[in-house]
């Protein structure tokens, strides 16, 4: 496939119902292109190897962005890991066979920061891929994510097929999981100290995660899409290319950022009985800003629109 994408290419985004899925078609759309496919689950169940042929059969896109997958912050990694792990695996495993059968041009496969090992030198680098254990939270999903990873490269290897992975940080934005048990943080954030406002006058304390200590490299998603497209047209290598801001904060830090926009007379108490996960996932993105890419979103401006987004759709 020619750099750039032919804004004609026949395109199909998985998951585009979903936070990443839908925010690739918002971009994708105002770039122009007028081939866009977004199947939903109904339509294709992406675990099934038949349904997916025939789909792919059907349909022959050029262009795959799969952005499909089981997601869910620390707490649903935890207690879900025999879910997290088959459905991630089927996910990719059905898609890009079909992608190498049907002669797919290019595909970019979602993958995620917490493939790194738990204790991996920061900022990570893409060749720390595999150098040390994992964070034990979310394993079951990293080695799912890690064998997407590995499946473009076998493809490229043995079938020449321009399969590659974009690594992305921790995400948050408009169409996020705002259920506070199965979140991520951020949304997971906004939504109590949301319930701490609706519950009115007085101080209210709100219960959260961990210690507080932990660092994340949170990136809005509307940044995670503009630079999927970059590396669509732009990106000529072959291995994953970590995506994010490149500067991480502090939980207790969000958590002070969250509380001043939502709910500032709010208390905060601390559950250390929950896992704090790993310590920091900081990504080293100079492969993608080697691509002439830079994050548009400061945190505190994505917090914002964040909780304006929530308010029109989930309150
Ligand atoms: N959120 C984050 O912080 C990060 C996410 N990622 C990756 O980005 C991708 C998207 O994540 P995100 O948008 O947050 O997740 P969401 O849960 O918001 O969206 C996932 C999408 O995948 C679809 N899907 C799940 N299973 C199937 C299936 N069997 N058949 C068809 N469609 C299916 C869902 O469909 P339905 O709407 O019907 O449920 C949904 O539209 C994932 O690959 C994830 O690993 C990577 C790093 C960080
Ligand atoms: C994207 C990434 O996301 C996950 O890894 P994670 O970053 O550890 O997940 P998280 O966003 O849920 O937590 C980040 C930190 O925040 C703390 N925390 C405090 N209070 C709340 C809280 O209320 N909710 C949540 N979810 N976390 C909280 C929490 O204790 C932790 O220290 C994996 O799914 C992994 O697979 C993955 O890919």
Known sequence: MPSPIPRDAKVLVTGGRGMVGSALLRRFRAEGFANLLAPTR??????DQAAVDAWFDRQRPK?????AGTVGGIEANRTRPAEFLYDNLMLHATVMRAAWRTGVRRLLYLGSSCVYPRDCPQPMREEHLLSGPLEPTNDAYAIAKIAGVKACDAYRRQHGCDFFAAMPTNLYGPGDNFDPQNSHVVAGMIQK???????????????????GAPRRELMHVDDLADACLTLLDRYEGA??????????????????QVRSIVCPDATID???????????????????????WRSRIPLADGLRSTYEWFLENEA
């Open 270 to 292: 601390y559950d250390t009985t929950k896992p704090d996960g790993a310590p920091r996932k900081l990504l080293d993105v100079s492969r993608l800003e080697s691509l002439g």
């Open 193 to 211: 100290f949301h319930t701490c406002r609706q519950q009115g006058s007085g101080r209210r304390s709100v219960a959260l995660w961990g210690t």
């Open 239 to 256: 291995g994953p290319v970590n995506v994010g801001v490149g500067v991480d904060t502090a939980v207790s830090e969000l958590a002070e």
């Open 63 to 67: 262009v795959v962005v799969h952005a």
């Open 42 to 47: 109904d339509e294709v169940d992406l675990r």
